[in-house]
């Protein structure tokens, strides 16, 4: 069982007080070389490429995560690779982050310090030059993440959705449907009788400790393969966080194209989402860098975006997140 | 009556779905000039110092607004120009934001229309040349808004809260006690009989058209002071949201000196938050920039942080939500 889940005891954020839980949670986090770290109204944070990369994501209980299936450490990790990896999917190199964490009063610091942990060892696993330079923490009834992620180019131009070209080779990166068997299988055994997330059902079933479900909850997006694909002359490239299908769709419709699977992939790979790899078009020449393999070409646009021989592939997306309600669990 | 108070009807968030709501609000935002914007993983933002400047912060409903008491107008205002506000304290011109914004599913989708206005009228009154970059949609049980914002140095060093040198002359800029007179009108008469916050009650005690009132929801911070305050040589500088005797002691703190106020300053004055004035330190010679008016001067450090004359001044500030469980209202 996952000692971070014992985060759950001891004093509360209400009890300590603003000041107190940031210091225990800051001495935490990986700081970076921020040009200005915490202590000012801003961070200062190099570009010395004259521009940089940014994105946001909030991840809210409820609708994003579940305490009954994810440790605070799963969450902390969770927030950090998403938001990496849409910095990797423009071919950035990461840089820094800011987080915003609103948390109810009622939450043990311990929490608080496991997310900060989880934030750690993401960013430890995942971008190491990279590190927390700013943040806040708020009370709210709901907990709250919300990430900011900035990234360098290194005088590259940005890797955007449109670049793709009839000819280019379509190629991924990245695990495929590990993080949507995971979820299904949360969904089906890591529940109570009442359909209700339950830790014990989990447990008790063992789709706790299945590879699947940690994926689900700290999914590994393969970050330096952003930037190597940018040096590799990538045209075009999005991270995988809806499924391949969907997001492929998106880069076809971006591009006015259409992309040819070649490779066979089953309904989890096509449609499950929450993988956060990587799918980028290169030049029909091109050697795949990284951990990249082919799975396609860019054709010209037909009727429709995404076809597997001459069969059309629904670009659609699979959420099974979709009719909770945001407040129970 | 605030026309914007007519947001609470119509169809809701969860209605139309998150694709249909982001495009009804994107196209309220102000675009700004960034390299690259909306559409991509990440948006681009030109830095054209080298370096960036960058402050996050979250405002969540119950704690930090009521809607009972502002308008989603006033919300979209008042997030704005508190990020704007810590921009502008390192001595920045702001150039980015990106907004993280989650709402109940039964929100509305015209609340989110106006809070997006509410974005607009901000950035085009205090910060023309900004716009919005990137954001995030998300679901919640509590309407939640997180913004980020940049800004750019034009080669100058960042003013820190550090830099105060005994003989510098203390200055401020911007009103003083106006927000924390509004919202103690709030507390006392735009409540009902059970204390609870009412827009009815406000309406109807006057408090609705104070302009003190319209101070707490819309405050007006100098933004442009912020870049003249670093071009004439300010040795120190942050952004009063707690109050002037709290953000003073900080400043006096972080610098190693006393503070000494010539100015007589009423209570709320000294104590009130939220205002967004910024409190700076120059060299005895500069000529005051912008808005910009002498308080005091800096002293060596004694007992004290903060003095006047020879009585010394509690560095603290005041939080009438202390006690506010961030769910009601």
Same sequence: chains 1, 2.
Avoid at 132 to 150: H, K
Avoid at 165 to 175: H, I, K, Q
Avoid at 228 to 237: N, Y
Avoid at 295 to 323: C, F, K, M, N, Q
């Amino acid at each position: 069982m996952d000692a971070t889940y014992d985060a759950w005891a001891g004093p509360t954020v209400g009890d300590l007080g603003e000041l107190a839980v940031l210091d225990r949670i800051v001495r935490r986090l990986p700081a970076g070389t921020p040009v200005l770290g915490p202590g000012d109204d801003c961070a200062v944070v190099s570009a010395p490429d004259g521009r940089f990369v940014v994105t946001t994501d909030m991840m809210v209980h409820g609708p994003d995560f579940r305490w009954a299936w994810s440790s605070p450490e799963d969450v902390g990790w969770k927030a950090v690779a998403t938001n990496l990896s849409d910095v990797a999917a423009m071919g950035a190199v990461p840089t820094g982050l800011v987080i915003a964490l609103a948390a109810p009063q009622g939450t043990p610091v311990a929490v608080l310090e496991s997310f900060a942990d989880g934030v750690r060892v993401a960013v430890d696993a995942l971008a190491p030059t990279c590190g927390v330079v700013g943040g806040d923490l708020s009370t709210s009834a709901t907990f709250t993440v919300s990430v900011t992620a900035f990234g360098d180019l290194e005088g590259r131009a940005p890797v955007v959705r449109s670049g793709a070209r009839p000819g280019d080779v379509l190629a991924v990166s990245g695990e495929l449907g590990a993080a949507a068997r995971g979820l299904t299988r949360l969904f089906r055994e890591g529940v109570d009788e009442h359909g209700e997330p339950s830790r014990a059902a989990a447990v008790a079933s063992g789709a706790d400790g299945d590879p699947d479900v940690a994926r689900q909850r700290r999914p590994v997006p393969p970050i330096a393969d952003g930037p190597l694909a940018a040096g590799a002359g990538a045209t075009a490239m999005l991270d995988l966080s809806d499924g391949l299908a969907i997001d492929a769709g998106r880069l076809a419709r971006a591009s006015g194209v259409t992309l040819s699977l070649e490779a066979d992939l089953d309904d989890i790979a096509l449609h499950g989402g929450e993988d956060h790899g990587l799918l980028a078009t290169f030049p029909a020449d091109s050697a795949l860098p990284g951990g990249f393999r082919r799975i396609g070409v860019v054709r010209d646009r037909s009727e429709a975006y995404l076809v597997h021989g001459t069969t059309p592939v629904p670009t659609t997306g699979w959420d099974p997140y979709a009719d909770w309600d945001g407040a129970a669990g």
